[in-house]
């Protein structure tokens, strides 16, 4: 018979469900991969069912509210949480922290403190959220926390956080995601927009924190030098906050299928956030064979050396690494390595730590 493990989706009905979003659906195909002993049940707000969600492999339940209500009572009680749950799992601070059998274990996955690394990129409302979560998750000394960034565990530990509490999992790709759009479907999407030869990519929302004025102050610096970076592709939803992207190509949200393409004959792939909780976009653009140039402070590739590291803060560091980029191999060689430097990242790999977290 198989165990009840309850896990928090409402993510899914946002807007923009963004790396959290990605996350959701990774794990439950992570865990659906395994052909474990788990009925995966997810649980959510109250309201039209979104088609991400429908094509997940679990069962879903309503926990009969609005999700701007829900985020406020999960604190409060476990709404919507099958009571034989043996696992009850928050895939964001948002919730819940309990309900379930007697004895059940309660996780919770923490991705970052963004909101105190980059408070000018976050609202005073979303501040006060985030840190009255982050208190009561410092609190429940019986809450395992999931992180996806040793970093994030250390500044845990320094928070008074118990070693046994803390967790790290690993964040993944689709491992058997839909083929990647043809080599001609992505050209006549640029040259819709004017693109007709080489290209440098950025995907990712458009956001003050991602850093995207110095990538296009670096990018114009950089190919004064290297004129076959072509021309800077933004792709992915505008996030929070306004955010010039001068003369970029924006594309903006994507087919996965065409995002695949678009990493696979990117020329280079950049991204240089300020601050980042893992960092899946990399990693993507890694297993498509792209030649990547990120911030050193992405957890995700940090100690990949495959992966230009630059400053984040500096323009001509970002550009001399676009112009360093360049020059690793372009060829079928450089991809597969590229592709092999990444390859346990994936969501079966994912699940697999999330299960030992739960034992």
């Known amino acids: 018979m198989k165990r009840t493990l309850t896990i928090s989706v409402d993510q899914l009905f946002r807007r923009h469900p963004g790396g959290i979003g990605t996350y959701v659906r990774g794990l439950a195909e992570g865990l659906a991969s395994l052909d474990s002993e788990f009925d995966v049940l997810g649980v959510g707000p109250r309201g039209s069912v979104p088609s991400t969600l429908e094509k997940l492999p679990l069962r879903y339940t309503s926990a009969g509210v609005p999700l701007n209500v829900l985020a406020k009572v999960w604190p409060l009680m476990p709404l919507g ?28 996955a923490m991705h970052d403190l963004l909101w105190r690394d980059q408070p000018q990129s976050a609202t005073r409302r979303g501040i006060k959220f ?39 999992v690993r964040l993944g790709v689709d491992e058997h995601r839909e083929p990647a759009a043809s080599e001609e479907e992505v050209a006549a999407l640029l040259r819709a927009r004017g693109v007709t030869g080489p290209y440098t990519l950025y995907a ?10 110095r990538l296009i102050a670096a990018h114009h610096e950089a190919r004064q030098r290297r004129n076959d970076l072509g021309p800077l592709v933004l792709v992915g939803p505008q ?13 903006g949200s994507v087919e996965r299928a065409v995002l695949w393409g678009l990493y696979r004959d990117a020329g280079v792939f950049a991204y240089v956030p ?6 899946l976009p990399p990693v993507e653009a890694l297993h498509a064979g792209a030649r990547v140039v990120a911030s050193a402070t992405v957890p995700s590739i940090a100690t990949n050396a495959e992966v230009i590291l630059v400053d984040p803060l500096s323009v001509s560091s970002i550009a001399t690494g676009l112009c360093e980029a360049l020059d690793k191999e372009r060829g079928e060689a450089g991809a597969k390595s590229r592709m092999q430097s990444v390859a346990h990242l994936t969501w079966r790999h994912s699940a697999l730590d999330h299960v030992a977290g739960w034992q």
């Open 130 to 168: 985030h840190e009255a979560r982050l208190t009561l998750i410092l609190r429940r000394e019986d809450l395992r926390i999931f992180t996806t960034s040793p970093t994030l565990a250390e500044r845990l530990s320094a928070l008074g956080v118990a070693s046994s509490r803390i967790h790290f």
């Open 204 to 213: 990712g929302t458009r956001e003050p924190r991602k850093n995207i004025g």
């Open 81 to 108: 949480v099958a009571r034989d749950s043996m696992i009850v799992h928050a895939t964001s601070m948002t919730g819940p922290f309990a309900g379930g059998m007697s004895g059940a274990v309660h996780s919770v």
């Open 239 to 251: 996030g929070w906050g306004g955010v010039d992207t001068a003369d970029a190509i924006v594309l």
């Open 274 to 279: 300020l601050s980042e909780g893992w960092g």
